[in-house]
């Protein structure tokens, strides 16, 4: 029996938590802030650098903004085979419940463009969501 593991070339993997930020919010104005705190990983067999980002931000009335730009919080690293790089940022919702999903743009050494997705997750301040 053949224990070869499968390694794929493009294999980066997204993890978020979120935070809701009482101390910045303001519901009687519809002010609800949150941080994202991701940890991206490059699971694959080969470096690749984050060079874009492009997120969809939903509220909880189906009101979606999108947000594209360059790199993530002024940066555009560089991830070799097993690293991992963490930032966190945030967002401003006019609802007390929304989401996010995205992607990242990537290009391996090789100058090879592809997508990393970015799973969709929810915002929600404490002991909204059952």
């Known amino acids: 029996m053949n224990n070869d ?5 493009h294999d980066i993997r997204v993890q978020v938590k979120t935070e809701y930020l009482p101390e910045q919010s303001n519901p009687a104005e519809s002010r609800y802030v949150f ?7 490059n699971e694959g067999s080969q470096p690749a650098r984050l060079l874009t980002r492009h997120w969809v931000i939903m509220d909880g009335e189906a009101r979606t903004q999108e947000v594209r730009g360059d790199g993530v919080v002024g940066e555009q690293p560089r991830l070799t085979p097993g690293e991992s790089y963490e930032y966190t940022s945030g967002t401003v919702l006019d609802t007390p419940v929304g989401s996010m999903h995205g992607s990242y743009g990537m290009i391996d050494e090789a ?4 997508d990393a997705a970015i799973p969709a997750f929810t915002l929600a301040i404490p002991r909204v969501l059952h």
């Open 5 to 9: 593991t499968i390694t794929h070339e």
């Open 35 to 41: 941080a994202y705190h991701i940890t991206i990983t």
């Open 111 to 114: 100058g090879q463009h592809f």
